[in-house]
């Protein structure tokens, strides 16, 4: 009886050993100042996590899903205390709330054109841009400042009341995932590599990205058509896009998944959804809104992989401007991409064929943009666990576990990208993309197939 509990045992003071490397992250102040303390910690967690794993997989586990959520749980709460350092993301977060509180539209004005000023102007980024964030998550940061300031003025108690909102989304999301594994017949503990992930913990919990509702909504997609609710999960990427645009990208994968009736049902459960949209029904905020989306592809460069090799080789050949040209060109491919995603004949509409499929897209959607910040990297890990078997795990996982060296690149007065790190870290990607496609290939399952 004890040998059996023993994976369960393990996986536990594994849990419990990656919250006591997490938990010192909040009290090291500016982590960008404290870069080498944060890069030991959350490096070393991520080994262990990865390693752990692995052991345990191989060995079996009987971890229940009450376990998994309690650890994903106390690991979230501990980063409550962080500030944000990493990003500055979350105070032009709580700034577009204020300003919406305030009757002002964030995508008619900038920061800077605003008639009022306090400490979180000062600390929120772009003042000159208007905002990027789409109108679902507008509501979320006016409510969220609401809140907060029902408990006093300081910007602090909306960031609280914003973080609280992150880790409740979050947390959703990991008993979705958990749930939908039990439901394909897959161990829940396939779940660990994501529900306690150093990268995912830090940057969603303690930094407080939307993309925590990114998470959300494809969990909420993937159950939705799980469960054979009204909506088969389509709701959950139109909401889920007026939040944070990315989960739009995977909406047409309904026509290839569902029966023409059931598409148009889904359809019209889903055109609530759509009311989220109607302020880009104004053509200056649509105008405004392109405008900056378009200055993402193009002019804001960090750690775009594909597009800095592109860039490169058009510098090399002396064709300009070279960051539109290789802009343009990658988008190009994006789009290429995705319609082969979205109109590729499949026989399996199961729940891990649309999984697989979304994980794709996002691969095209995350490595091909001039920029391309650590905290993207969450969504493909939440996919990872549903897609266990099908590829790109070590790409993915490598991608996590380098990506937080990217921070290097803001310890100067100017930021500098380390051309090796870019190398590593997408070079890494592709082998083991490639190394792991191979293997699949020739398995023993596969050839006996051939």
């Given at each position: 009886m004890?040998t059996?509990?023993?994976p369960?045992r393990?996986l536990l003071l594994l849990?419990?050993?990656v919250?006591?490397?997490?938990?010192p992250l909040?009290?090291l102040g500016?982590l960008?100042?404290?870069?080498?303390?944060?890069?030991?910690l959350?490096?070393?967690a991520t080994?262990l996590?990865?390693?752990g794993?692995?052991?345990?997989?191989r060995?079996?586990c009987q971890l229940?899903?009450r376990h998994?959520?309690l650890?994903?749980?106390l690991?979230?709460?501990?980063?409550l205390?962080?500030?944000?350092?990493?990003?500055?993301?979350?105070?032009?977060y709580?700034?577009d709330?204020?300003l919406?509180?305030?009757?002002?539209n964030p995508y008619?004005?900038t920061p800077?054109e605003?008639?009022?000023r306090d400490?979180?102007?000062?600390l929120q980024?772009?003042?000159t841009t208007?905002t990027?964030?789409?109108?679902g998550a507008?509501?979320?940061?006016?409510?969220?400042?609401a809140v907060g300031?029902?408990?006093?003025s300081s910007w602090?108690?909306?960031f609280?009341?914003w973080?609280?909102?992150v880790?409740?989304?979050e947390?959703?999301a990991i008993?979705l995932?958990l749930?939908?594994?039990?439901?394909?017949?897959?161990p829940a503990w396939?779940?660990v590599?994501y529900?306690?992930?150093?990268?995912?913990?830090?940057?969603?919990?303690?930094?407080?990205?939307t993309?925590?509702?990114?998470v959300l909504?494809?969990a909420?997609?993937?159950?939705g058509?799980?469960?054979?609710?009204?909506?088969?999960?389509l709701p959950?990427a139109?909401?889920g896009?007026?939040?944070?645009?990315?989960p739009f990208v995977?909406?047409?994968?309904w026509?290839?998944?569902?029966?023409?009736r059931?598409?148009l049902?889904?359809l019209?459960?889903?055109?609530g959804?759509l009311?989220?949209?109607?302020p880009?029904?104004?053509?200056?905020a649509?105008g405004?809104?392109?405008?900056?989306?378009?200055r993402?592809?193009?002019?804001?460069?960090f750690?775009?992989?594909?597009?800095?090799?592109?860039k490169?080789?058009?510098?090399?050949l002396h064709l300009q401007?070279?960051?539109?040209?290789?802009g343009?060109?990658?988008?190009?491919v994006q789009l290429v991409a995705?319609v082969c995603i979205?109109?590729?004949p499949t026989?399996?509409?199961s729940v891990r064929?649309?999984?697989?499929?979304?994980l794709l897209l996002?691969?095209f959607?995350?490595?091909?943009?001039?920029?391309?910040?650590?905290?993207?990297?969450?969504?493909?890990?939440?996919?990872?666990?549903?897609?266990?078997?099908?590829?790109?795990?070590?790409?993915w996982w490598w991608?996590a576990?380098?990506?937080p060296?990217t921070?290097?690149?803001?310890?100067?007065?100017?930021v500098v990208?380390?051309t090796?790190?870019?190398?590593i870290?997408w070079?890494?990607?592709?082998l083991?993309?490639?190394?792991e496609?191979?293997q699949k290939?020739?398995?023993p399952?596969?050839?006996?197939?051939?």
């Open positions: 004890p059996a509990h023993a369960t393990f849990g419990g050993l919250f006591l490397l997490l938990a909040p009290f500016d960008r100042t404290a870069l080498l303390e944060y890069l030991v959350t490096v070393s080994l996590l990865g390693v794993c692995w052991l345990s997989f060995n079996g229940p899903a998994i959520l650890v994903a749980g690991l979230r709460l501990a980063m205390p962080m500030m944000p350092s990493l990003s500055d993301d979350v105070y032009r709580l700034w709330g204020r919406l509180l305030h009757g002002q008619h004005v800077a605003t008639t009022f400490e979180l102007f000062q980024g772009y003042p208007h990027i964030y789409p109108p507008q509501l979320l940061f006016a409510g969220a400042v300031q029902t408990f006093g602090q108690w909306d609280l009341i973080k609280l909102m880790i409740a989304s947390l959703l008993y995932l749930r939908l594994l039990q439901s394909q017949g897959m396939y779940g590599p529900a306690w992930h150093p990268l995912v913990v830090v940057e969603l919990s303690g930094q407080a990205h993309d925590a509702f990114w909504a494809i909420l997609m993937l159950w058509f799980a469960s054979g609710s009204a909506g088969k999960g959950a139109v909401v896009g007026a939040v944070r645009v990315f995977a909406v047409p994968l026509w290839r998944f569902l029966p023409g059931d598409v049902v889904a019209a459960w889903s055109a959804g009311l989220l949209l109607i880009f029904l104004d053509p200056v649509a405004n809104y392109l405008e900056v989306m378009l993402f592809t193009n002019y804001y460069e750690n775009g992989g594909a597009y800095y090799g592109m490169w080789l058009l510098d090399a401007p070279s960051n539109q040209i290789a343009g060109v990658l988008l190009g995705f979205w109109s590729w026989k399996d509409r064929s649309l999984a697989w499929r979304m996002l691969t959607q995350i490595a091909l943009p001039a920029k391309v910040h650590v905290w993207y990297f969450v969504a493909p890990l939440f996919l990872l666990p549903i897609t266990w078997e099908r590829g790109l795990r070590w790409g991608l576990l380098v990506a060296f921070y290097i690149a803001y310890t100067g007065p100017e990208e380390p090796w790190l870019l190398a870290e070079g890494g990607f592709v083991l993309a490639a190394a496609r191979l290939k020739n398995s399952t596969n050839l006996g197939r051939a």
